[in-house]
């Protein structure tokens, strides 16, 4: 990357891009955090950028105040749909196992 020289012509200034590689800066607007535990859930936020991942998309939006807070997809109105709260057979299976490992913790056994 070539240094763009300024006014004063003992200083260079390197200029970086904002975006990675793979970000997306054309993503809407705003999106709305849905993630039943997330402190912003609820709230309507500006998206600044986007970016792939081996997840899926992450978005990095202004957090409210200052300051910039990245969301996966799924956790903003953006991510697929609900289930209409059912459990598929391998969230059935990690939750019995979670729910066998808390009965050891707590002495249950």
Not at 28 to 47: M, N
Not at 87 to 99: Q, R, Y
Request: positive net charge; charged residues 25%; contains cysteine.
């Amino acid at each position: 990357m070539s240094p763009k020289k300024t006014e004063n012509a003992d200083r260079s200034v390197y200029r970086r891009s904002r975006h990675t590689a793979g970000s997306d800066s054309r993503s809407s607007d705003s999106l709305v955090v849905v993630h039943p535990f997330h402190a912003l859930r609820g709230q309507r936020l500006e998206v600044l950028f986007s970016k792939r991942w081996s997840g899926g998309t992450l978005f990095v939006c202004a957090r409210p105040g200052s300051g910039q807070v990245t969301l996966p997809a799924g956790w903003t109105d953006r991510g697929p749909a609900a289930e209409c709260g059912r459990l598929s057979v391998d969230g059935l299976g990690e939750l019995g196992a979670l729910t066998r490992v808390l009965q050891v913790v707590d002495g249950g056994e």
